[in-house]
T-cell receptor
Framework: NAGVTQTPKFRILKIGQSMTLQCAQDMNHNYMYWYRQDPGMGLKLIYYSVGAGITDKGEVPNGYNVSRSTTEDFPLRLELAAPSQTSVYFC?????????????FGAGSRLTVL | AQSVTQLDSHVSVSEGTPVLLRCNYSSSYSPSLFWYVQHPNKGLQLLLKYTSAATLVKGINGFEAEFKKSETSFHLTKPSAHMSDAAEYFCVVSDRGYGGSQGNLIFGKGTKLSVKP
């Protein structure tokens, strides 16, 4: 039972490059999320999705894009990487609304933009 | 709007002594409250959750938390710390029925727990 799988685990980007962080879950969860974690700041929600074909912005969406073509996959796209996007990114999923359901997190993707 | 404050950024205890990690929240509605734990280089894992049932909530690995509405607190405790408890702990609040946000979660800034031998 894999849960939530994120790739890559580590990546170094140059300013202005683009990349996609992959996230897949095998629990048939409807809700999926992308968070970023900066030291001493907790987790901030970037984007979330309540089902295939439906996405919405979270607290810090600027500089990112997402898509949800299937229930299983929720990739996060970084366009024109900037040093401010250096962070650890976590993908998570839940069966239903986050207030009433447990989130299952991936192991994280550490991104450095130089 | 809801918010959550973890009162200590770092707590250090000796193995076998009690653990207290403090969390205060602010919420316009009846909140759901969670504690998540993050071990080094790992994702977050749920310790326990409060969703308006019993005010004393028991979680995994001997942790528990008490919801105190009058004090707007949800402190995490454990009677006896173990070396394996060393990790970062996050208090999380969600307002159920918070409009179009689908009850999004607000994370505290985290408390790093160190356990000395």
């Amino acid at each position: 039972n894999a849960g939530v799988t994120q790739t890559p685990k580590f990546r170094i980007l140059k300013i202005g490059q683009s990349m996609t962080l992959q996230c897949a879950q095998d629990m048939n969860h409807n809700y999926m999320y992308w968070y970023r974690q900066d030291p001493g700041m907790g987790l901030k929600l970037i984007y979330y999705s309540v089902g295939a074909g439906i996405t919405d912005k979270g607290e810090v969406p600027n500089g990112y894009n997402v898509s949800r073509s299937t229930t299983e996959d929720f990739p996060l796209r970084l366009e024109l990487a900037a040093p401010s996007q250096t962070s650890v990114y976590f993908c998570a999923s839940s069966y239903g609304v986050p207030g009433a359901n447990v989130l299952t997190f991936g192991a994280g993707s550490r991104l450095t933009v130089l | 709007a809801q918010s959550v404050t973890q009162l200590d950024s770092h707590v250090s205890v000796s193995e076998g002594t009690p653990v207290l990690l403090r969390c205060n929240y602010s919420s316009s509605y009846s909140p759901s409250l969670f504690w998540y734990v993050q071990h080094p280089n790992k994702g977050l894992q749920l310790l326990l959750k409060y969703t308006s049932a019993a005010t004393l909530v028991k979680g995994i690995n001997g942790f528990e938390a008490e919801f105190k509405k009058s004090e707007t607190s949800f402190h995490l405790t454990k009677p006896s710390a173990h070396m394996s408890d060393a990790a970062e702990y996050f208090c999380v609040v969600s307002d159920r029925g918070y409009g179009g946000s689908q009850g999004n979660l607000i994370f505290g800034k985290g408390t790093k727990l160190s356990v000395k031998p």
